[in-house]
T-cell receptor, first 116, second 115 residues
Framework: DQQVKQNSPSLSVQEGRISILNCDYT??????FLWYKKYPAEGPTFLIS?????DKNEDGRFTVFLNKSAKHLSLHIVPSQPGDSAVYFC???????????????FGKGTKLSVKP | KAGVTQTPRYLIKTRGQQVTLSCSPI?????VSWYQQTPGQGLQFLFE???????NKGNFPGRFSGRQFSNSRSEMNVSTLELGDSALYLC??????????????FGPGTRLTVL
């Protein structure tokens, strides 16, 4: 059973507009969430993260929103640029009693295409 | 600072063979995690090594194994290869590991094709 789901395999957006990538999770013990970006022939690169004590985190053009009650997070890219075209992975990890954090569980990714 | 390196970048093997993949983490990083990426399943966690000890393991058969050396370099081995093992194998390093709160830096991956 998939614990982290990215239901849209692809998304196409016009340059300058907002890109919204969505991610749903099922495990209520997840408390740390990340977004990674992946270009072809390269490994994923870390983009932005958020812990469960916050509902929003911003870094330049990238903002991640977390809705714990809905078990949903989203990544907003504003404004979108052609260089943002890549596959975006959402990931989550679980906090274990005793202070350790579990391994990352990834979604299957959403391919974003930003058209000039 | 040099990034995570993986060798080889591409590999072609036949069913039944075994393969060893190598990962050199960022200098100073003690945790190395391995992932398998396939089109249907996305990125799936294989295992994590920290200070030469396997600290965490994903849901993969025993044909998949790994080890870490004292210099934090890691190898991953797959024995008795099956067609379904064809995938991109990614290695990621981080300072302390312990899952998500410590940023993981990924290598470019090794593309394994099993014929």
């Amino acid at each position: 059973d998939q614990q982290v789901k990215q239901n849209s395999p692809s998304l196409s957006v016009q340059e300058g507009r907002i890109s919204i990538l969505n991610c749903d999770y099922t495990n209520s013990m997840f408390d740390y969430f990340l977004w990674y970006k992946k270009y072809p022939a390269e490994g994923p690169t870390f983009l932005i993260s958020i812990s469960s004590i916050k509902d929003k985190n911003e870094d330049g053009r990238f903002t991640v929103f977390l809705n714990k009650s809905a078990k949903h997070l989203s990544l907003h890219i504003v404004p979108s640029q052609p260089g943002d075209s890549a596959v975006y992975f959402c990931a989550a990890s679980e906090y274990f009693y005793g202070g350790s954090q579990g391994n990352l569980i990834f979604g299957k990714g959403t391919k974003l295409s930003v058209k000039p | 600072k040099a990034g995570v390196t993986q060798t080889p970048r591409y590999l072609i093997k036949t069913r039944g063979q075994q393969v060893t993949l190598s990962c050199s983490p960022i200098s100073g990083h003690r945790s190395v995690s391995w992932y398998q990426q396939t089109p249907g399943q996305g990125l799936q966690f294989l295992f994590e090594y920290f200070s030469e000890t396997q600290r965490n393991k994903g849901n993969f058969p025993g044909r998949f194994s790994g080890r870490q050396f004292s210099n934090s370099r890691s190898e991953m081995n797959v024995s008795t290869l099956e067609l379904g093992d064809s995938a991109l194998y990614l290695c990621a390093s981080s300072l302390r590991g312990s899952g998500g709160t410590d940023t993981q830096y990924f290598g470019p991956g090794t593309r394994l094709t099993v014929l």
